[in-house]
C-alpha cells in the first residue's frame, strides 16, 4: 500500500485537493522541505496543506495546468514519489519539479522531506 501513497500524494496536490492531501497526512506528520529560497518545517498537517503547500507554493494564482512526470519507488525503508507539473502563474508558464521521501504508518505519511526546483520558466525545463 505504501508505494501507492505517494502517487496519490502527487495527484491530489496536482488537483489542488486539500481534504486529500490531509487524508493522506497524519495530523502529526514530521515535514521538512527546501526551495531555492527557503527551509521550511511543520508537524501539523492543517498547517503545511493550507499554509504552505496550497497557501505559498501553489496558491490560487499558481494553477497546476499539466502533470507531466510522476514517478514512485522504494528504497530501504522509505518510499520515494517524484512529480513535475506545468503551472501557469500570471507571469508566465512554468514547470517545477519535486522529490518527496517519505515513511508511512501503513496509511498515512508520518514522515515527509520534500526538495523543489523552483519555478523554472517553460523553455528551461
Known amino acids: 500500500m505504501t508505494e501507492h501513497i505517494g502517487e496519490r500524494f502527487a495527484r491530489a496536490l496536482a488537483d489542488k ?3 486529500a492531501l490531509k487524508e493522506l497526512l497524519r495530523t502529526d506528520v514530521d515535514f521538512k522541505a527546501m526551495t531555492p529560497g527557503k527551509f521550511w518545517e511543520a508537524r501539523d498537517a492543517d498547517m503545511i496543506v493550507d499554509d504552505t503547500i496550497l497557501g505559498i507554493w501553489f496558491d490560487p494564482e499558481r494553477r497546476i495546468t499539466e502533470t507531466l ?3 514512485t519507488d522504494t528504497l530501504g525503508p522509505m518510499d520515494r514519489v517524484g512529480y513535475r507539473f506545468q503551472v501557469r502563474r ?3 508558464e512554468f514547470t517545477i519539479e519535486q522529490q518527496a521521501y517519505y515513511e508511512t504508518d501503513g496509511h498515512q505519511i508520518r514522515w515527509l522531506r ?3 526546483t523552483g519555478f523554472l520558466p517553460l523553455g528551461d525545463a
Do not use: L, Y
Open 114 to 116: 520534500i526538495m523543489c
Open 69 to 71: 512526470a510522476v514517478d
Open 90 to 92: 500570471p507571469d508566465g
Open 17 to 19: 485537493d486539500a481534504v
